[in-house]
């Protein structure tokens, strides 16, 4: 006759326990990862759209401005947006000017 080695009911609890206890520890590391790694995308973007700006800027010989409002960052040139402002919202912001 032979004997099946196996593992009994407690260690098998013991093994997920310790498992579930690992990854509740894993997983606020893992949502700061996560967030670092939007931010780290959103700056990138927006170091893109500044650097376009500049370079629209010196290949135009004209200003742009780089301008943000609910739901977008844009890059614009400097006098269609004097012209446009008063149609904006309350909320639109000016946030930098590429001369």
Known sequence: MRHWRAFTLVEIVLAVFILMLL????????????ADRRLRRSLDSFNNLVRQAQERSVAERRSYLIAWDKDH??????HLQKAKRSNRPRNFTWIAEIP
């Open 73 to 78: 960052v844009f890059c614009a040139r400097k």
């Open 23 to 34: 990854v509740l520890l894993a997983v606020p590391s893992l949502n700061g990862v996560l």
